[in-house]
């Protein structure tokens, strides 16, 4: 986070400010390959964060500037970034710089829904998907390492390729609630700080059990969540408005 952090200010410092413009752009891109060798979702935002400059500033400033300054952070950013692509490309194969992306589709996207989807337990689901990717991989098991992502990535794309509106529908109510929750009930339920009640509405949802939802949605745990999610549609109505 710190090096995530500190990408971002030279970044923005580097827009503002016109003298030192191309060195505080080289060193938010060399800050952004370090911050992307430690948390690799981090090569992603960094691109976007490249793009949207060049988006909105290009007629203003002009192709040349825009195009230059996009040039001088990528070349920082893969200064740091490229050594490990090249060492992975040479010892697996792929310019990934981790096997996260197939670690989590696997892991958790595929075995939860194959669990929910033939009403199993996680366990029962990681062996019947293991049989699966030991029938095609060579290393004999499931590991997600980087030799074993391309077999993992078939198994698990095959699988959901088969039920993908189900899959969709799955993923959706899965994820959602990450983005509705207000983060500290889950940080004092998980650390025992204090006795807060959570809502498990993706399971009940996705069994069908709507009338034990709207009985949990109508208690007093069910009203905050409620009110949490209107504030935070009219805190993101004030800023868009805005």
Do not use: C
Request: charged fraction near 15%.
């Amino acid at each position: 986070m710190p090096l995530f952090l500190a990408g971002v200010y030279a970044l923005l410092r580097a827009y503002r400010s016109e003298s030192d413009s191309r060195w505080m752009l080289a060193g938010s891109g060399v800050l952004f390959g370090f911050s992307a060798l430690t948390r690799p979702e981090v090569q992603f935002l960094a691109l976007i964060l490249v793009a949207l400059p060049i988006i909105f500033f290009t007629r203003r400033l002009g192709w040349k500037r825009m195009g230059g300054n996009a040039l001088v952070f990528l070349i920082g950013f893969y200064m740091i970034l490229s050594p490990w692509l090249i060492r992975n490309q040479l010892t697996y194969g792929s310019l990934q710089t981790s096997s996260i992306a197939v670690h989590k589709l696997y892991l958790f996207d595929l075995l939860y829904f194959y669990a929910h989807e033939n009403n199993v337990s996680f366990k029962e689901a990681r062996e019947a998907m293991r049989a699966r990717v030991v029938a095609i991989s060579p290393y004999g098991n499931d590991d997600p390492t980087f030799a074993n992502a391309p077999y993992l990535r078939k198994v698990a794309l095959d699988y959901i390729q088969e039920r993908p509106l189900q899959f969709g529908a799955f993923y959706l109510l899965k994820t959602l609630p990450f983005f509705l929750s207000d983060g500290f009930r889950y940080v004092a339920s998980k650390f025992d700080v204090v006795d807060v009640p959570t809502i498990n509405i993706t399971s009940l949802a996705l069994k069908g059990h709507f009338r034990e939802l709207t009985a949990v949605l109508a208690s007093k745990a069910g009203v905050e969540l409620l009110l949490l999610l209107v504030g935070g549609a009219f805190w993101l109505f004030i800023n868009v408005a805005m």
